[in-house]
């Protein structure tokens, strides 16, 4: 639990945001919560056939995003003020909501049947955009205020990490490392996450601070996530 505390805080203190998520499985199954005010709220879709909910964003009003799992697939949700709504991207029988800012802005990534390509989307004003990548998949994790766009792709065996402007990629990888997993970016363009060692293949948690990587580890443990 120590572990898991420090890495949240340093997300949090990085992204600005003042409140946090996580995950449970308070009947069996794993749900979503939200903690703030020193209060936890479940973030647990609706339904009698629903078998999993995961909360993986959250802006600065409070609105969560993430997916939620019934007999058909997964599926994204967006929940605002004790609201669900779903977020399927047209077509596609799977959609994953991972990250949201402070504009409503949802970005995600869908598939189809039998292992197809993740395609990374946009949601804004009730609309789904795709986005071009150079990337074979491309699985998005966190949007800012401006627009800017961080994730990873598979590469060789590995992940890398991404940072979409304005339809612009760049690759953001941790030096000598074994795969970079960005999951968030503030609006002072500071992007965290995850990255795995190439001696140990222990995960790491970053902060990349324009082309600076600091690497962020709790006190005597092996690894962070």
């Excluded at 919560?33 to 999993?52: E, H, M, N, R």
């Excluded at 995003?65 to 004790?82: I, M, R």
């Excluded at 795709?130 to 998005?140: A, G, K, R, T, V």
């Amino acid at each position: 639990m120590k572990i898991t505390c420090i890495a949240i805080v340093a997300v949090l203190l990085a992204l600005e945001v003042p409140c946090a998520l996580g995950n449970c499985h308070p009947s069996g199954y794993p749900c979503g919560f939200l903690y703030s005010g020193g209060t936890f709220t479940a973030i647990d879709y609706p339904g009698k056939t629903v078998t999993q909910t995961e909360a993986l964003g959250i802006n600065n009003s409070g609105q969560v995003v993430g997916f939620y799992v019934d007999p058909s697939g997964p599926h994204g949700f967006l929940y605002e003020g004790g609201q669900y709504t779903a977020l399927n991207y047209p077509g596609a029988p799977y959609t994953y909501a991972t990250g949201i800012n402070n504009n409503g802005q949802v970005v995600g990534y869908y598939h189809g049947l039998n292992n197809s390509p993740a395609t990374g989307f946009l949601y804004s004003n009730g609309n789904f955009v795709s986005l071009d990548s150079p990337y074979n998949e491309l699985f998005p994790n966190g949007i800012n205020d401006g627009g800017a766009i961080v994730g990873m792709y598979p590469f060789s065996g590995q992940w890398n990490g991404f940072l979409d402007t304005a339809g612009n990629f760049t690759t953001v990888s941790y030096p000598s490392s074994y795969g970079t997993q960005p999951y968030g970016i503030n609006n002072s363009g500071l992007i965290v996450g995850v990255y795995k060692d190439s001696v140990h293949y222990n995960f790491h948690g970053f902060v990349l601070d324009g082309s600076t990587f600091v690497s962020v580890d709790a006190p005597g443990a092996s690894g962070t996530y």
